[in-house]
């Protein structure tokens, strides 16, 4: 699945202990709508939602990879959620990980 996102590689990452980011084990990072763009054939995605469905997890319909998901920002703007595992140049080690306990919500 491409993408690009303009912004610089994050140095932190979330890791969301909701049962759907728990067993996945993302690493997430926000940016906003606009610094995305996604390269890939729309046609080649589906949508995973879940609970509140505030986030729209899009998967690769071919391999399963859940690379970003979309939803909206505290402040109201349209964000995506990138799956910094699926980002080959960010250096998984040397992020500073914020844990969110997304399992109360």
């Not at 910094?84 to 990980?97: H, K, M, Y």
């Amino acid at each position: 699945m491409s993408f690009e996102v303009e912004a610089d590689l994050p140095d932190s990452a979330i890791s969301c202990n909701c049962s759907h980011c728990r067993r996945k084990g993302f690493l997430l990072s926000f940016f906003p709508a606009l610094s995305f763009l996604l390269k890939a054939d729309e046609s080649a995605l589906e949508t995973y939602t879940f609970n509140t469905h505030k986030l729209a997890h899009r998967f690769c319909k071919t391999c399963g990879v859940q690379p970003f998901a979309e939803g909206i920002g505290p402040d109201g703007s349209e964000t995506r959620a990138v799956n910094l595992r699926c980002v080959a140049a960010c250096d998984l080690g040397a992020l500073r990980v914020q844990e969110f306990n997304g399992a109360d919500l």
